[in-house]
């Protein structure tokens, strides 16, 4: 409370106030309405003109806070004792003018009923305190016509004021000393509602209105100005009493007017009607000179000189005396407003003055009953009795929450309807955008954004109640199917709002099957669909090495194997410390100098240092398992000897003050917090140095070159189509040995060259190079298991015939690493490049691979990590099998959804992948 000022919620007490302020008896005026865009909100410039001081004024008006609207500014007047009640809000022209120009891009976006809804209900609700606290109401219009809006208000109030009675009577009975017909009626009178009018006709303006000036008729006994106050009066009375707002007995109604007084007030707007012109200019004088600061002092803030006329030197018709007209009566002998008959009946003379101490202790509860506990979330027992005042005040929102309520039932239904016992986030946007376009086609209104709303939440915990498919995409591009759950090893509880849910626990699966051979293609097997790199490139072709490959040759490719570092004592650790004798004072034998140390005697502990074994015996194993002495730890082999001097460093010496041996168990424990391997393929822009974790690829001997037969192909592998199952020869030249060496060393070469020669035609060209062949064959597989060759870059092989030059172009180009797999003419399934078979010649020349894959335009190129291109032992048959995954830093690569064409290019073994050498030394 700002010396008499205050504004609600007061959160006071009555021993907060002061003693001399809180016994005396006050009667309550409050002004509400709306008012012109001129006055700024403020209808307290009214309430100046009767206390004769400023108080309220525009410039108090904050614009940029809402919870401003509706504001209740209040005051108590020690003079008049009178408590002045000043309500701003939204209708007020100048408030919803403010709020419009800063929501101007929200009205744009959202429209004016979505702006406007609430507001007539919260200038409702504000309008029930005051007509719980009042004794006079002052009702404000910026016309001099009464607006027909405020009997839709006054009869909502009317109807809500019976329905919160109790309410309000169990709030009342807390405060001591409330009469009890106080509490009975829940106010403490009918109030009397006075209305002011804040313009007039034109014609009226000024002194026109008080002086009758026409000529040719007869004089009137009222002037204009009172004529169309009295005819405001009837008009407001029928008006009234049509729609049942005032009765008989006024302890009955919302309020009441009076019989037989003046209650209706229009402003002609003559300057000087309560205010001293001459004041008021002087002191707009001082105040654009700066002397403002010369009156922080006073009482009105602003003013130097009373601007406010003496009540004795006011004009006779000014509102200030309107009003003091009936602050008398009501101080005097109170109102008695029934009609009638019921003039003097007892139950319709309620009257009560209440003290200051006791009209703050019941303005201050009734306010948080009216604004808190009737509108909380908590819900109270007459809350609904408060939503009716809502429904009846905001029509517009009532029409649009029924509307929503209509349709959302409808749109749940197209959410809810087809749907999978599970599905991912996507299938869940999917629907909920399919619902959200049913409701928008029939939702109108401002509540259509609130149930939108709804309408998604509703549709997010459908999906969540159990019906959440796992997110994780295998690296085929295929979701699992399961329910969410987690992995082995991990918290399978989660926390959703306030509850806790367990979660199966099981491995992925996307519930797709693939038909797949084994590293050297001898045999097919199903394989599930990977979700880990490791299982895709290297689990599965292990586990069918048991049954088939294991016993072949195979050739290690670059991965990570860590140096292991035993420390293991091999005696026990005997210190020594010998501690230094202090020298006599005629000891001449003494040579040293005094500050040297005798040296300290240490055995330590034997360190042994081991490379990785494949294989490890179970005795060795049993013998570790029991080893109570210190843990292996695997550590990087660049570490091992800067870890070996630390420990050596910080070993605990007994008797002096060396190191803790708890540092030397730390260092004991270390784990290297370097990248030790790769967690992706190695590519082209890899680390140098880091090596995978595992190897992607594979590269087994199947045998003797005489394994392959070039007129039966590869028919004995599963899978083959029956035209593509041949490897291609390739001539290579043997240019750098003479045919006197080939014929000592390689008669076998000779012989062949022989038997070419003689079955060379009359019109062949003379071909006098002496070459030996190669066979290769470019592998393709589909995920249904089929395998075929090729012919050229982009053609599956058809038969073995006509393809003499097919190789020497294939390996001089880029292959691409997906095609359209010839088992199915339409849809035909994506083929991947699998496999590189190649049968290496008994000839003194090396074969070399040297694969580098790019899988998609512009990405990475993946590379075996190999420093130079390998050599193929001769006279033997290899079988390179490639990733079936490729994974590199920025995650797996997926395989197209349909075959590659050459608006849609995909990845390519890249040209060079198979060469010759002829530097060929049989060591």
Known sequence: MDGNKFSFPLKLTPESLETHLKNRQCLVVSFFGKTPYTLRSNKGAFIDEVIGRSVFGPCEFITNDDSVEPLIEGYFCPERDCVFLHMRSWMDTFSLAEKCRQADEYLQHKGILAFWSSRRYEHARAALVLFHLSHILVCCSPGHTFDISYVHLFKSLDNLRNKIQPAVAEVLKTVPGIPKDWITHGRPCPPRVLFLFLSCPTALRGARGSRDERRDAKPHKHPPIKRLEYSLEDQIYRILRKARIITNVAANSLFAVPSNQEFVYVETGTAGTAMDTQATLINNCFSLMGAQDMAEGAYDRGPFYSQFLTEENRDTRCFSNFLREHINVGFERGFSDNISKHVGHSGGNQWEVPTLGDWVEVADKLFDLFTEELTSEEGHKHSEAMMTLRDDMETEIMF???????????????????????????YHNAKLLAAMSMYSMQARGPASEKFAEVLAAECTNYWQSGR????????????????????????????????????PTMQHS?????????????????????????????????????????????????????????????????????????????????????????????????????????????????????????????????????????????????????????????????????????????????????????????????????????????????????SSKFLLPWEVPLTKLSTTELNEKWPNIMENAAKRASLRGPEEPVDNRITVKVFIGYEYECPRGHRFMVSAPDKPMKSSSTMREAANKLVVCDLPLYMACPCRITKPPVAQLTRLHVVTPKAPVWVTINPQIQPSPGGPIFVTGWDSPHRLSINSYWVLRLPYVYCGEGGAHLPPVIPPTADIPSGNLLKGSVSFDEDFSEG
């Open 400 to 426: 649009s929450e029924l509307r929503c309520k209509k349709i959302l039932p409808t749109a749940i239904s197209a959410y809810t309807d087809g749907l999978p016992p599970h599905y991912t986030a996507e």
């Open 468 to 503: 959440q498919m796992c997110e994780e995409i295998s690296l085929t591009g295929n979701h699992c199917t399961a329910r969410r759950h987690t992995l082995p090893g991990q918290d399978n509880m989660l926390e959703v709002g306030n509850t806790k849910k367990i979660l």
């Open 510 to 722: 996307s519930g797709v099957q693939y038909i797949a051979a084994c590293n050297c293609g001898r045999r097919q097997a199903n394989r599930e669909d990977p979700f880990k790199l490791v299982d895709a490139n290297c689990n599965f072709y292990q586990q069918l090495e048991e049954e088939c490959c294991k016993d072949l040759e195979h050739v290690p490719f670059p991965e990570y194997s860590p140096a292991k570092v035993n420390l293991v004592p091999t005696e026990k650790i005997v210190v020594e410390v010998v501690e230094k004798k202090e020298p006599e004072e005629n000891d001449d034998e003494i040579t040293k100098d005094e500050n040297e140390v005798i040296p300290e005697v240490i055995i330590v502990p034997e360190v042994k240092i081991e490379e990785p074994k494949e294989e490890v015996d179970n005795d060795e194993k049993k013998v570790e398992e029991k080893d109570p002495l210190p843990d292996r730890v695997d550590t990087p082999a660049e570490d091992e000897t800067e870890i070996i001097l630390e420990v050596l460093e910080n070993l605990h010496i007994e008797g002096s003050a060396g190191k803790s041996p708890s540092k030397v168990a730390s260092l004991l424990a270390r784990t290297s917090s370097q990248v030790e391997f790769l967690a992706h393929m190695k590519t082209l822009s890899s680390p140098p140095g880091l090596k995978p974790e595992f190897s992607s690829w594979s590269l087994v001997m199947i045998g003797s070159s005489h394994l392959y037969s070039h007129s039966s192909g590869l028919g004995s592998q599963p899978g083959f189509m029956s």
